[in-house]
């Protein structure tokens, strides 16, 4: 077995570990949805990065609260589509 040859001391013990504090994180908000996003990360909720639809965020949900999601943007599309006639 592999043994240490001299004891590690405390004080270089302890100068070792001042490097092992955890820093906290920067969040940004997402462009499209206003949630909080990591940097240079694409959006987990929306799956947008850029401006540009990167991840389809749908496809992991269960069938039913997709089927769910896509109503409610229908209805929203619908809406809109009902003011610009307007
Ligand atoms: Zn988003």
Redesign the pocket.
């Known amino acids: 077995m592999p043994h240490p040859k001299k004891k590690t001391t405390k004080a270089a013990k302890n100068q070792r570990r001042s490097h092992h504090a955890l820093k906290e994180i920067t969040l940004t908000k ?1 462009e ?2 206003g ?1 909080p ?1 990591k940097p240079h990360h694409a ?1 987990a ?2 799956g ?1 990065y850029k401006k540009k639809e990167v991840i389809n965020v749908l496809k992991k949900l269960p069938k039913k609260e997709r089927l769910k999601i896509e109503k409610k943007k229908k209805k929203i599309e619908e809406k809109e589509s009902k003011k610009k006639e307007n």
Do not use: A, L
């Open positions: 997402c499209k949805c949630k996003v959006c909720s929306c947008t």
